[in-house]
C-alpha cells in the first residue's frame, strides 16, 4: 500500500476530512500540522519574540523533522505555513517517488514566505484567481470544496427556514460593517438573521478597551468559542442567503462560498470574480447589496446541474491525488 504525508493545519477537523477520503482510495496516510500549536496557545510572539523566534526557527524544525521523519511515496501540502526550503528538502529526501504537490488556500500575500519553496514541488495549485495569473510563480487555479456536511442532500432541514440570512466567520471590522448594512437596508422587512463572527477572548479584551465604541457597534456580533462545523452546517441548511465577505487582500473564492451552492443556497458575496466561474447564475448569487431583492432572497435555488467547479471534498482530494500518480 501506498503511502502519504499529508502536512496540513489543524483547521475544522479537515486534516481528518482530507485524510479519510485519501485512505478511501487506497493509500496509508499520516497526517502532520503544518505550523506550531504551542506558539498560538501560549501566545509567545506577545510574551517575547525573542523567544518566539529562537522556537520557531530551532526548536520546531526539530519537531517537525522527527514526526516526518519516516518513508513515504507521495507529498502532499497544504498552506504550509511554516515550511522553508531546508524543511523541504528533508521532506523529499524521505519521499520514496519525488512526486509532491502543494495547495495553498490562502494568498500569497498572506504568507509571502511561500515563494521560497514553490520550487520543490511536482505540483503547485492555488485557490486564488490574482496568484494563478501571476507569472513570478507557477500556480495552476484549482478552486476549494465543500464538505459533506453542506451536500443539498443532507437532511438537516426544518419546515421552514430559520433564517434568512447567515453569516458565520472571522471577526474583521470591515465584514462586521457589511453585516450592519444589510440589516440597515432590509429594516422595515423583519428578515431574520444569523450573524456571528470569531474573535479569540484575548483580542476581544483587548478591543474592549482600547475602542469604547466597539461593544455598542459589534458586540451582537462576536462569539469567542469556535463553532463546530457539524453547527455551522446545520445553520447554512436552515438559511435562505449565505453572506460571504472575504479579505480584500485575496480574490479566490472562499470555503463559505463552496459550501452555499454546495447546500444550494442563495449567495451574497463581495468578491466579484464569482462571476468568472462556470457555476455563476444572477438567480443565485448577487455580488451587490443593492441588487438584492425580496424576490431573490424568498425564490428558490436554480440548480446549475454538473459543473466541474464545484467540487465536494471527495471529488477534489480524488482530483488532486490522480495528479500525483499521473
Known amino acids: 500500500m501506498n503511502k502519504v504525508l499529508l502536512v496540513m493545519p489543524f483547521f475544522n477537523s479537515y486534516h481528518k476530512k482530507i485524510k479519510k477520503e485519501i485512505e478511501e482510495l487506497g493509500y496509508e496516510v499520516q497526517v502532520v500540522r503544518d505550523s506550531s500549536t504551542f506558539v498560538k496557545i501560549i501566545h509567545l510572539k506577545f510574551i517575547s519574540k525573542k523567544l518566539y523566534f529562537l522556537y520557531m526557527q530551532v526548536i520546531w524544525p526539530l519537531i517537525f523533522k522527527f514526526k516526518t521523519r519516516r518513508k513515504y511515496d507521495y507529498l502532499f501540502v497544504i498552506k504550509g505555513e511554516e515550511l522553508t526550503p531546508h524543511l523541504c528538502k528533508h521532506l523529499l529526501a524521505n519521499c520514496v517517488s519525488q512526486k509532491s504537490v502543494l495547495y495553498l488556500w490562502d494568498s500569497i500575500a498572506h504568507n509571502p514566505r511561500t515563494s521560497e519553496v514553490l520550487k520543490y514541488f511536482t505540483f503547485c495549485f492555488t485557490f486564488d484567481d490574482d496568484d494563478s495569473k501571476n507569472e513570478k510563480y507557477r500556480f495552476e487555479l484549482f478552486p476549494l470544496f465543500y464538505s459533506e456536511e453542506f451536500s443539498s442532500s443532507k437532511v438537516y432541514k426544518k419546515a421552514e427556514a430559520q433564517y434568512d440570512f447567515m453569516c458565520i466567520g472571522s471577526f474583521k471590522e470591515e465584514r462586521a460593517d457589511f453585516l450592519r448594512s444589510i440589516e440597515s437596508k432590509f429594516e422595515p422587512h423583519n428578515y431574520r438573521y444569523l450573524f456571528k463572527l470569531y474573535l479569540p477572548w484575548n483580542q476581544y479584551i483587548r478591543k474592549l478597551v482600547s475602542q469604547p465604541d466597539f ?49 444550494h443556497k442563495k449567495l451574497l458575496t463581495t468578491n466579484y470574480n464569482v462571476k468568472n466561474y462556470s457555476f455563476y447564475l444572477p438567480e443565485n448569487i448577487k455580488v451587490n447589496l443593492n441588487d438584492m431583492t425580496d424576490d431573490f432572497i424568498t425564490s428558490s435555488y436554480v440548480n446549475h446541474g454538473d459543473v466541474t467547479e464545484l467540487r465536494s471534498i471527495k471529488n477534489w482530494v480524488a482530483s488532486i491525488m490522480n495528479k500525483l500518480n499521473s
Open 215 to 263: 461593544y455598542p457597534k459589534y458586540g451582537k456580533y462576536i462569539f469567542v468559542r469556535k463553532m463546530a462545523l457539524s453547527t455551522v452546517a446545520e445553520i447554512t441548511h436552515n438559511s435562505k442567503v449565505v453572506v460571504d465577505v472575504p479579505d480584500k487582500i485575496q480574490s479566490g473564492l472562499t470555503m463559505r462560498t463552496f459550501e452555499a451552492l454546495g447546500a
